[in-house]
């Protein structure tokens, strides 16, 4: 299947920094990629949906001047979340879709993200 | 609205056993695809098995199998012979032809917990 990954794995900031997320397609090109938030216990939320070369669209209530998206090859989108805090912390997993980001295609998660705002 | 419903918040079955998670959706729109994924403790999430609301017949994968009722809107997951790996948490999803971004709109997961 295809591979996606994520870097940092893991990562402890303080509050009001900024961290980086990438998250890349290692065997395929995906246009469209996607970011999910989780907390413990819970299911996955879509935060945005990450397309190459455009603007990101954001779910409803998800802050874009917080989390902001960058989509800048086929291979790469990041997710950088400005002036972190404490409530930030959660577990980040995007996801890149094969075949051109259509509704039924088959979609491959990165290994996600822990973030811990101290 | 979409929406995806699992009602197990946890399940056990004995090693070697068959088990079924249950998965209900809910959507308007005529053209789905339907997926299953497995997060273990580690936090990935493993693609297990995909179902298109066009599929005539049930899919299979492995030791993984999807038993579709369109007209219940039922998608479960059976796991035949089941292996202590085999638990984790377990993710239904669905996605929406009709959106060009397919993004998934996730359950709430299943727990499960296979004994030795």
């Known amino acids: 299947g295809a591979v996606v990954s994520q870097h940092p794995s893991r990562v402890i900031c303080k509050s009001g920094t900024s961290v980086k997320i990438e998250c890349r397609s290692l065997d395929f090109q995906a246009t469209t990629m996607f970011w999910y938030r989780q907390f413990p216990k819970q299911s996955l939320m879509l935060m945005a949906t990450?397309?190459?070369?455009?603007?990101?669209?954001?779910e409803q209530g998800v802050e874009k001047d917080k989390f902001l998206i960058n989509h800048a090859s086929l291979t790469l989108s990041t997710l950088t979340v400005t002036s972190a805090h404490p409530e930030d912390s959660s577990f980040y997993i995007c996801?890149?879709?094969?075949?051109?980001?259509?509704?039924?295609?088959?979609?491959?998660f990165g290994p996600g993200t822990r973030l811990t705002v101290l | 609205a979409q929406k995806i419903t699992q009602t197990q918040p946890g399940m056990f079955v004995q090693e070697k056993e068959a088990v079924t998670l249950d998965c209900t959706y809910d959507t308007s729109d005529p053209s789905y695809g339907l997926f299953w994924y497995k997060q273990p403790s580690s936090g990935e999430m493993i693609f297990l098995i995909y179902?298109?609301?066009?599929?005539?017949q049930n899919a299979t994968e492995g030791r993984y199998s999807l038993n579709f009722q369109k007209a219940r809107k039922s998608a479960n997951l059976v796991i035949s012979a089941s292996q202590l790996g085999d638990s984790a948490m377990y993710f239904c999803a669905m996605s929406l032809r009709e959106s060009s971004q397919g993004n998934l709109i996730f359950g709430k997961g299943t727990k499960l917990s296979v004994k030795p």
């Open positions: 990450s397309n190459e070369g455009s603007k990101a669209t954001y």
């Open positions: 179902q298109g609301s066009y599929d005539q």
């Open positions: 996801s890149a879709g094969v075949g051109g980001g259509l509704g039924t295609d088959t979609q491959y």
